[in-house]
């Protein structure tokens, strides 16, 4: 069930990466982690970067959505949302402190391993120094960070919550 709602989740924030008034910010990194902490194999974040594919290849074709992120520099993804599944199945269990400083790193290297493909391989980043590419895209950590802060901690607690009330009846 967490991985339907999951995808769902995917599915319908996929269109805006920080949202707008009509679309919430895109849970993406927050789904990947997620995929991780509720223990999801390595199959099953392949399918989900595959279904984000296709939702991004359907936005950029069917809304007015720039195709600028739509190069070679995409296949950078997989392994930044490698990342975050990764940290997910390694921060399973941890006290909060520990879990949100696992989490900034984890959104800091997907952050770092995302940008650095589109500034290597994508032609709109092309004229750009990686110092002049990076001083420029720097300022959206802090909202790609406090996004999947949100939607990871509130995933956290729905998807604990059932976990929560199995183990107090039967300890009771």
């Not at 995808?7 to 991780?36: E, I, K």
């Not at 992120?69 to 520990?98: D, E, H, T």
């Not at 110092?131 to 998807?159: D, E, H």
């Amino acid at each position: 069930m967490p991985t339907l709602a999951l995808l769902l989740l995917m599915v319908v924030t996929r269109v805006d990466h920080f949202g707008d008034g009509f679309h919430f910010p895109d849970a993406s990194w927050a789904v990947f982690f997620l995929l991780g902490w509720i223990g999801q194999r390595a199959r099953v974040l392949a399918i989900f970067f595959a279904i984000a594919a296709c939702l991004d290849l359907w936005v950029v074709n069917m809304t007015s959505v720039s195709s600028a992120c739509m190069s070679w520099g995409y296949a950078f993804l997989l392994p930044a949302y490698s990342v975050l599944w990764l940290a997910g199945k390694l921060l399973r269990g941890q006290q909060l402190m520990p879990l949100l400083l696992g989490l900034t790193l984890a959104v800091t290297a997907t952050f770092i391993i995302s940008n650095f493909g589109m500034w290597l391989l994508a032609p709109s980043a092309k004229s750009l120094s990686l110092l002049a590419y990076s001083q420029r895209v720097m300022g959206y950590w802090l909202s790609y960070w406090q996004i999947t802060l949100l939607y990871s901690l509130f995933g956290m607690v729905l998807f604990s919550y059932p976990l929560i009330t199995k183990q107090v009846s039967v300890q009771s």
